[in-house]
């Protein structure tokens, strides 16, 4: 049976392959580090459990959600803790959607912005799901080297005019996966200028925006003045409350925007199960509590592992945010050849930078999560390991 021509012109999901891979190494019995796809190990607050269990007795949360924007418990708990959060107060009515996560949302903003010959401009390295889902709409991509020497923010001035004047989207992404950099709130300043001036939708990323470090919060892009007409930014409860599984976010800002996406995907899903957003309401009532706790938890971490390769010799910047590690392979290796040395010499597993774009070859991302009695211990034990190659 042959497939579509979109889907065989793109490669297998790089977490599809680690997981089968994953599944080998362990059915043959090796005692496997897993610092892979980046999966939060730290249980959810116990107020979103709760609240769960207490929505499923109402027999309205079994039926479609059939409201515009999604239940209003949970479009308002949005904007209560983004006004508190950011300083910004989103619209309501129009500026606020529900979304099944943020991986969804993403991908059919592509698909309800992008034609044949459009251009849509992404970060290299990156997450691919930016990329993919442009080409999937026919788009052409025009990826933005994310540098070292630039803090891993792409140069938009280094963009042809030709090239920005065919652009619909721009694609950015901090705290950055895989890089793990932050930016500040000038450089979020120059990208609203930059989709101004040539007319794009900016498509900020801002999933880890709770998991930042030693320093200022991670700023929101509709801190911008002018934002609100010229972006739109994506939020997710998984990493901030750890429910990956619940599949639960939500798209703010640029009224257009969101009416498109909201188009879109009145054709592909039927919104978020009811109960799990009023779960995620009472999650973002309950205060900071919980997201102080995660980010204490992945700093010691990150600070066990940056601190252990750096005395073994790696070349590793520390990440002003989210839960990766990207560090530098050893001189003469490739990616690939680095992450395949580590799992079957040291049984370590981690992803290499060049499944993120041609940007990332030369590094490895290590996700500072996994399912360990004591994750801390894992991680000094995966440094001896590494430091006997």
Known sequence: ME?????QAIPPYPFGEIARLKERARAEGWDIIDFGIGDPDIPPPDCIKAALVEALSDPVVHQYDETSWGFPEFVNAVGDWFGKRFGVALDLSGGIKVTVGSKEALAKTGWAFLDDGDVCLVPNPAYSVYKYNALFAG??????????????????????????????????????????????????????????????????????????????????????????????????????????????????????????????????????????QRAGAAALAQGDAHTRMVRDVYKRRRDILVDGLRSIGWDVDTPAGTFYVWARVPKGKTSAETASLLLSEARVITIPGSAYGSEGEGFIRFALTMNAPDVEARIGEAVERVARL
């Open 3 to 7: 497939q579509a021509q979109r889907l």
């Open 139 to 276: 788009a052409e991509v025009h990826e933005l080297p994310l540098a070292r020497e630039n803090g891993f923010l792409p140069d938009l001035d280094a963009v042809p005019a030709a090239v920005a004047n065919k652009a619909k989207l721009l694609f950015i992404n901090y705290p950055n996966n895989p890089t793990g950099a932050g930016a500040t709130l000038e450089f979020l300043k120059r990208a609203v200028d930059f989709a101004e001036k040539y007319d794009i939708l900016l498509c900020h990323d801002a999933a880890y925006s709770e998991v930042y470090f030693d320093g200022e919060p991670a700023p929101s892009v509709l801190q911008v003045d002018g934002a609100s007409s010229r972006a739109i930014e994506f939020h997710s409860l998984s990493k901030t409350f750890c429910v990956t599984g619940w599949r639960i976010g939500w798209v703010c800002g640029c009224r257009e925007g969101v009416a498109a996406l909201s188009r879109m995907k009145s054709y592909t899903d039927s919104n978020v199960f009811p109960a799990i």
